[in-house]
């Protein structure tokens, strides 16, 4: 008899293998990241064809295979399909779940990540904030949470009211970060500053954030 497990998560990444099948990334509540084969989901009718796109946050019935976890069936809470609609707020959202790839581990308290993801995504979804701001919040806390956050510097040249957004971020919880906005100027000198502590941090190129950048 098969044991099987249950997980709260995001699906991250996802990949055809074989003919038929997909090897997804979950992000989850319970064992940080971890890979997962979908045997036979890119089956058209297949009932883990739509769970295992990116985006799709819920729960995930595991059972452990040899040498990984494959899925068995999906109860999926938020598919994010007002995002994926929308073709630029998408590739913020993969740029969002690349940086959650490149910063997860396996077995490790991703709580604080998953919860920043999930914020974030709902955010762009909701069309109630420029998408350059979500993403200068999402990179500024994901850097935060990883330890690694370098402070303001001098050489920063900010004004006070994008000392004190920067200062928002940094000490609130994920659940009330997105609960402001800023002036264009604002704007404009927290990109520059998420420029240069992202360049300083990242050791890898996103292929979504390239994309980003060509078509805006």
């Known amino acids: 008899m098969q044991?099987?497990?249950?997980?709260?998560?995001?699906?991250?990444?996802?990949?055809?293998?074989?003919?038929?099948?997909?090897?997804?990334?979950?992000?989850t509540k319970e064992k940080g990241k971890i890979a997962v084969f979908a045997k036979g989901s890119r089956r058209p009718g297949n009932r883990l064809m739509a769970p295992t796109n990116p985006f799709s946050f819920g729960q995930f019935r595991l059972f452990a295979g040899r040498t990984s976890y494959n899925m068995s069936e999906a109860e999926i809470s938020n598919y994010f399909e007002d995002l994926r609609a929308d073709f630029?707020?998408?590739y913020y959202g993969m740029y969002f779940l690349e940086i959650c790839d490149y910063y997860t581990r396996e077995n490790n308290d991703e709580m604080g990540m998953l919860k920043l993801l999930?914020?974030?995504?709902?955010?762009?979804?909701?069309?109630?904030?420029d998408n350059r701001l979500v993403r200068c919040v999402f990179?500024?806390?994901?850097?935060?949470?990883?330890?690694?956050?370098?402070?303001?510097?001098?050489?920063?040249?900010?004004?006070?009211?994008?000392?004190?957004?920067?200062?928002y971020i940094l000490k609130t919880p994920v659940e009330r970060l997105f609960s402001f906005d800023v002036k264009p100027e604002v704007l404009g000198e927290l990109i520059r500053f998420?420029?240069?502590?992202?360049h300083r941090t990242f050791d890898k190129e996103f292929k979504s954030l390239e994309i980003l950048e060509n078509i805006e």
């Open 3 to 27: 044991d099987f497990v249950v997980l709260t998560g995001i699906i991250i990444k996802s990949e055809p293998i074989g003919e038929y099948d997909r090897r997804v990334v979950l992000l």
């Open 88 to 90: 630029i707020g998408a």
């Open 118 to 129: 999930y914020q974030s995504l709902r955010a762009l979804a909701s069309n109630r904030f």
């Open 139 to 167: 990179e500024i806390k994901a850097i935060v949470l990883n330890g690694e956050f370098p402070g303001i510097e001098s050489s920063d040249v900010l004004g006070e009211s994008t000392i004190y957004a920067i200062t």
């Open 194 to 198: 998420c420029k240069k502590i992202c």
